[in-house]
Every structure is written in C-alpha cells, then in structure tokens.
C-alpha cells in the first residue's frame, strides 16, 4: 500500500526553523514525484515546493524560495522540507504526497494520488 505521512510541525516564533519529515512507502522515489502543499484556514490549497528524482530538480514556490529546502534520504525513504525564516503566513497544514508523474508539473500539488494527513506549522508573531 501507499502512504505518505508527514511529521515535524509545531509551533515556532518569526524568524524560527523547523523540519518536516514525510515518510513514504509502497512506492519507489524512481517513479514518481513528491511534492509539498500547505492548505491554512479558508485559503486554496498552495504548493510548497516538488522534488523529482527523475531530472533532479526540486521546484518551489515563490513564496519560500531561498527560505526552505527539500533534501532526501534514500536509506529511510523519507523526504525532508527544512523551513527556515518563518513566517506567520506559513502557518498552515502541511501535507507530502505522491504526484502522478516522473516530473513535477506546474500544478503538481492537484495532481497527486496519495497524500498523508498532515502536520501543523504554526508561526507566531
């Protein structure tokens, strides 16, 4: 079976860091993308940022680009989205999920079949 579960959100002040894990199974990071998205309270679902093994390339928005980072450890399987620079309107529910392609599409964050329940960021100010 398929799952994605992403870990690691809490609270953390403006300026603070956190890491958050998603931890995949059933599937092979060869075959299919990961991708990140944060839906917050009454706003549109947002992409955060994909990563491909594919062609080795990791897409973020523009909203966190040069603040997170997405790395992998192939041994656990796991992708990391390391957040730095917070800020409150990060603050959201983080999901990782399985995106249909090898690639990352533009729209990647609606073209995903699996994706785990979520992790809280929460960013005071």
């Known amino acids: 079976d398929v799952q994605l579960q992403a870990s690691g959100g809490g609270l953390v002040q403006t300026g603070g860091s956190l890491r958050l894990a998603c931890a995949a199974s059933?599937?092979?990071?060869?075959?299919?993308?990961v991708g990140w998205f944060r839906q917050a309270p009454g706003k549109e679902r947002e992409g955060v940022a994909c990563?491909?093994?594919?062609?080795?390339?990791?897409d973020y928005a523009d909203s966190v680009k040069d603040r997170f980072t997405v790395s992998v450890d192939n041994a656990k399987n796991t992708v990391y989205l390391q957040m730095n620079s917070l800020k409150p309107e990060d603050t959201a529910v983080y999901h990782c999920g399985r995106v249909l392609t090898l690639m990352c599409p533009v729209n990647y964050y609606w073209n995903m079949d699996y994706w785990g329940k979520g992790t809280l960021v929460t960013v005071s100010s």
């Open positions: 990563f491909s093994r594919y062609d080795g390339t990791t």
């Open positions: 059933g599937f092979a990071f060869d075959d299919n993308a």
